[in-house]
């Protein structure tokens, strides 16, 4: 049931020098309809991913006023929330993302120590 | 301070009745309708039952269904935790009658990176209230946000939104907190919902803990402003506002026997008044417990439901003492009117145990209730407490027009006619029983000394507990003082036998008489007799003298006519005789 129009333009990216580990990053980015503080968050992730993950990276992207049952699997109280789904272990961020650093801590996506 | 708006004044505040036994009295009604209520109160004080019960009462009884939003507890916890107040949650899950929703925040998986707002709480919520139409709403414990997401300013500021919201949903909510230090709770919730507060509270004093409950605030009502203690049992929540009741209560002017003749007897000869509080005070082993259980068979025999406290000795003891003097109890509990309820007076604190007793009376409908001893509530210092207690007991009973009766053990060394908890004043009749000794012997004296509304006796009486029950006999009140027991008995011997000794006397003294009597009466006979004896013999001296004197006479004729005088020889004779 995710969303997928916001995916359409962002996904089949080459992958390139990843700094994680694991092969594919699964980011769920959890938003409240089209609201500017989600449309910086989707702007904000998709330049850091665009910038750490060189395509190796999968956004889904859902809207819970939309699919409101949703919000139950993944704990959502806060929008935006971005999920790292994988790799595991799972982490959460929350906030606009504006905070560049704090989205990497939190992704642990450490540009560079 | 206070964010809310001031809504137009209805002319009654409408309000959701919360089905908690004893809160909608309190609150008059309930909660108020559509807004929110905080409940706080610390850890471990019941505020998750509190809460669970609404949803339950509202979805069982008042067809309301409710969304449980958990910050604590999975849902797991929550319906094996509530299955202790014998609360079916799977079921009314299963019905869509109530929502578990458990909101897990993990502090240290979530990193904050902006702005965010919680508007994914709302639709969750939102989504939850929707799909089973609820009408009520329980969060619990919202605070937990606070160690849960960063920026608190944020929150706050969402909070505010989110109570707004709920008040625009039209749903009645209740809203926990953790008690802070100083606030009501640690994060101030009090500033956004200010509709109603309630708070709990879970106190111990003498290492017994008593359940209070308090209406700190309610926006446009009036509400009971006491604490409340309350108890959470298998039952759920109940609250007993029994501070409330006044002393408007009728009272009956029936009688109801003592259960012992004599007892009556004093009583103006009917027994105690129904409804009425009697005391049976005396040192120990003066026999009140007796005389309670004579009230309580003597009410069974009536057909009426008993219900016996028993505070120091457990059913079995009781029973068992009570058949050595020929009361026979076990029967009338196995009949089902005579109940008996055993606990310690320490087994939990005060308010509690009165509680509980209430709740007992009001599961049993008892007419006679027997509280043995109330002496024993007293622990350490805590007078005031007891008395103010009973009174509420007191007061309770009389509303309802049971009888009550209570025994109280005046230790050695007090003055008699003080009790334990100075409540002299409070009952209506006061029974004393006291030691009476002498001569190397205790027994026991009953008194009443007082017993308001009748013509009771002043007199003291023996009191003798023998195999067939309680027996009062007279006392000898003698010129000296009261006995007493074999005193009494020694006495009254010794009275009987003077008694003997002076009807014998008098019997002696009558018989003398009679002889005397006797005596007089045959020597007044043998005087008759002599007097007869002399008065014939005079007469026969008297006769014979007339006799002789005719025949002088007559001689003399006849010798004058042999003589031959004429006839007029009588005129000489009579000179000569001259």
């Known amino acids: 049931m995710k969303t997928k129009e916001f995916k359409s333009k962002i996904s089949n990216h080459q992958p390139k020098t990843i700094k994680a580990e694991s092969d594919k990053w699964i980011l769920r980015l959890y938003v409240a309809g089209q609201t500017p503080k989600s449309l910086t968050a989707f702007r904000n992730l998709k330049s850091i991913c665009e910038e750490q993950l060189k395509g190796n990276y999968q956004i889904e992207v859902i809207d819970l006023v939309k699919n409101p049952h949703l919000s139950h699997d993944d704990q959502i109280l806060a929008v935006p929330t971005i999920v790292r789904k994988l790799p595991k272990p799972e982490r959460k961020i929350i906030g606009d993302l504006s905070d560049t650093e704090r989205v990497l801590a939190g992704l642990n996506l450490v540009p560079e120590s | 301070m206070k964010k809310n708006k001031i809504q137009p004044q209805h002319k009654v505040l409408p309000k959701t009745p919360t089905g908690i036994q004893g809160l909608d009295e309190v609150t008059e009604g309930g909660l108020p309708k559509g807004r929110p209520t905080l409940v706080c109160g610390n850890a471990g004080s019941g505020k998750t039952l509190f809460a669970m019960e609404f949803l339950v009462r509202g979805a069982t009884q008042y067809n309301e269904p409710g969304v449980f939003m958990a910050f604590e507890e999975t849902e797991k916890e929550l319906?094996?935790?509530?299955?202790s107040l014998g609360f079916d949650l799977k079921k009314l899950v299963a019905q869509k009658k109530i929502i578990l929703d458990h909101v897990h925040i993990e502090r240290s998986e979530i990193e904050e990176t902006g702005e965010y707002d919680l508007e994914g709480l709302f639709i969750r919520l939102n989504h939850s209230i929707e799909s089973i139409g609820a009408k009520r709403v329980v969060l619990d414990t919202i605070e937990s946000l606070f160690s849960g997401l960063p920026n608190p300013l944020i929150l706050r500021a969402e909070l505010r939104r989110l109570f707004r919201w709920l008040k625009e949903k039209g749903v009645t909510a209740i809203i926990t907190g953790e008690r802070g230090d100083g606030t009501l709770t640690r994060q101030g919730m009090e500033e956004y919902v200010s509709d109603c507060i309630i708070v709990l509270d879970h106190r111990v004093t003498e290492q017994a803990s008593t359940r209070r409950l308090r209406v700190v605030k309610y926006r446009g009502s009036t509400h009971g402003t006491n604490e409340y203690p309350f108890l959470i049992d298998e039952n759920?929540?109940?609250?007993?506002?029994?501070?409330?009741?006044?002393?408007?209560?009728?009272v009956s002017s029936e009688r109801i026997s003592s259960g012992i003749l004599r007892l009556d007897t004093m009583l103006s000869g009917k027994g105690y008044f129904r409804g009425s509080s009697v005391l049976v005070s005396g040192t120990a082993g003066t026999g009140k417990t007796s005389i309670a259980a004579h009230l309580a068979v003597s009410a069974c025999q009536r057909g009426e439901h008993v219900l016996y406290f028993a505070l120091e000795e457990s059913p079995d003891q009781i029973m068992r003492n009570m058949r050595s003097i020929g009361i026979e109890m076990e029967s009338w509990v196995k009949k089902g009117l005579l109940k008996f309820y055993s606990k310690r007076a320490t087994f939990f604190g005060l308010e509690s145990y009165l509680t509980t007793m209430l709740k007992e009376i009001n599961n049993f409908k008892p007419l006679v209730v027997i509280l043995d001893p109330i002496s024993s509530f007293i622990i350490g210092t805590n007078e005031f407490e007891t008395k103010s207690m009973i009174m509420r007991l007191i007061d309770f009973l009389k509303?309802?027009?049971?009888?009550?009766?209570?025994?109280s053990l005046t230790t050695g060394g007090t003055d008699l006619e003080h009790t334990e908890i100075n409540m002299s004043s409070m009952v209506d009749s006061w029974l004393l029983l006291r030691d009476l000794e002498f001569g190397s012997e205790r027994n026991r004296g009953i008194y009443i000394l007082k017993s308001r509304g009748m013509?009771?006796?002043?007199?003291?009486?023996?009191?003798?507990?023998?195999?067939?029950?309680?027996?009062?006999?007279?006392?000898?009140?003698?010129?000296?003082?009261?006995?007493?027991?074999?005193?009494?008995?020694?006495?009254?011997?010794?009275?009987?036998?003077?008694?003997l000794l002076h009807q014998q006397e008098i019997e002696r003294k009558r018989l003398e008489l009679d002889r005397?009597?006797?005596?007089?009466?045959?020597?007044?006979a043998l005087l008759q007799v002599e007097f007869e004896a002399e008065k014939a013999e005079a007469l026969k001296v008297i006769g014979l003298d007339e006799e002789r004197n005719k025949r002088s006479a007559q001689d003399k004729r006849e010798m004058a006519k042999s003589r031959k005088a004429d006839i007029n020889v009588k005129p000489t004779i009579i000179k000569k005789a001259k």
Do not use: C, W
């Not at chain 2, 319906?79 to 299955?83: L, R």
């Not at chain 2, 005397?516 to 007044?524: F, G, N, P, R, T």
């Open chain 2, 236 to 250: 759920g929540f109940s609250i007993l506002p029994i501070t409330s009741i006044g002393l408007a209560h009728t």
């Open chain 2, 455 to 499: 013509a009771h006796s002043n007199q003291i009486r023996e009191f003798i507990l023998t195999d067939h029950g309680v027996e009062l006999v007279d006392v000898y009140v003698g010129p000296e003082s009261v006995l007493a027991g074999s005193a009494r008995i020694a006495q009254e011997a010794k009275e009987k036998s003077e008694q």
């Open chain 2, 79 to 83: 319906i094996t935790n509530i299955a």
């Open chain 2, 399 to 407: 509303f309802k027009h049971i009888t009550l009766f209570m025994t």
């Open chain 2, 516 to 524: 005397k009597h006797k005596a007089l009466e045959s020597q007044i």
